[in-house]
């Protein structure tokens, strides 16, 4: 087989483990921006913060750092009154994100972060599958106009929405990573299993760079899906971006639960449970972030990692049935 051209297979041949960056929307509350208050806006209006974002996780060690635009779909962002201009603050969120990257030490992808559209698919709702791809299609080609490498379409539930915002990096010539959320009793809102991630883009284009997992409810429970990922698609490229512990309420802000240290044994785990791009979700500031590079920096291989290993290193399951979600041999703790 070719080895793959891109910028980010060569990244990862390169380096063997990549480090994604962390918390976009903990960020940029913690820079001011308000509940119900579109972030893309900030392209625009704020660009620096969204440079010291990009910065900041750059610094860290961040070898992947996502685009400010995963609202930036037309019907996101339609409910800012600012669905006209999706060309724009996609390239201009591209545009901010290339800067940093281009200037780093080091190489750094910037990969142009896709959002779902927040609407269902018919039957389940009004939208119908041309609309979605013609939807991501458009917000693409903002992201392409500014320099991404990549299209990193995340947080996703739904198949259907999955495969039409590949088709759509397919239709404007961007090479497409997809990550879906596996927080409802270990499987998608929508129903998808992780073991079933890496076939859902099967026939489009030269198919995903990686697949994976983002958001959730939890370290423990992310890595429990990497492991039925990594089982039932042994082959693939993995990509696991975790929270940052649990959220809980203190007042009227959320903070979360997870320490750098536990986001360090986070890393390790994913590694030895087969994840080849590990970063962090919500909650995940610049010093979690410093931990991961460390980590895999520093990591020594251990045995593959099972569900009980988990929960005694990281914490229980937040999902009570997040055993389902990983293959039975793993429950009998199964050891490579």
């Known amino acids: 087989m070719t080895a793959k051209t891109d910028a980010l ?28 208050e579109a972030p893309e806006l900030w392209n625009d209006s704020k660009p620096e913060n969204i440079t010291k974002l990009h910065q900041d996780f750059v610094d860290a060690g961040a070898d992947i750092i996502l685009t400010n635009s995963f609202g930036g779909t037309r019907h996101r962002l339609k409910l800012h009154h600012a669905e006209g201009r999706v060309h724009e603050l996609n390239e201009k969120a591209a545009k901010l994100a290339r800067a940093v990257a281009d200037k780093a030490p080091r190489k750094v992808i910037v990969a142009g972060s896709v959002g779902p559209t927040g609407e269902l698919l ?46 759509a990096a397919v239709k404007v010539g961007l090479p497409y990573v997809y990550t879906g959320s ?17 076939t859902v883009a ?27 990922m990594s089982e039932a698609s042994p082959d693939a490229t993995i990509v696991i971006k975790g929270n940052c512990g649990i959220p809980e309420f203190r007042g009227e802000k959320i903070y979360y639960s997870g320490t750098p240290e536990l986001m360090s044994k986070y890393a390790h785990l994913a590694i030895d449970g087969g994840a080849k791009i590990i970063g962090g979700c919500c909650g ?10 460390e980590a895999v920096d520093h990591h020594v291989a251990g045995p ?31 050891r490579n």
């Open 9 to 36: 297979s060569r990244l990862l041949a390169e380096k063997g483990i990549l480090l994604a960056d962390g918390a976009t929307g903990t960020s940029l509350f913690a820079m001011g921006l308000e509940a119900g």
């Open 122 to 167: 018919i039957p389940l709702g009004a939208m119908s599958y041309d609309d979605a791809v013609s939807s991501f299609a458009e917000q693409m080609e903002g992201l392409k106009a500014g320099g991404v490498d990549v299209a990193w379409i995340e947080t996703m539930s739904s198949p259907d929405e999955i495969r039409a915002a590949c088709e």
């Open 182 to 198: 596996f927080d409802t009793a270990g499987k998608t809102m929508m129903g998808l299993a992780p073991k079933d991630m890496a």
């Open 202 to 228: 099967d026939g489009i284009g030269e198919g995903p760079l990686a697949v994976g997992a983002n958001c959730g409810v939890g370290a423990s429970d992310i890595l429990a899906t990497l492991l039925s």
């Open 284 to 293: 995940t500031s610049c010093e979690h972030l410093k931990a991961i590079r």
């Open 304 to 334: 593959r990692p099972t569900l009980d290993i988990i929960v005694a290193e990281i914490g229980p399951f937040r999902n009570k049935t997040a055993e389902d979600s990983a293959a039975p041999r793993e429950r009998r703790g199964r």
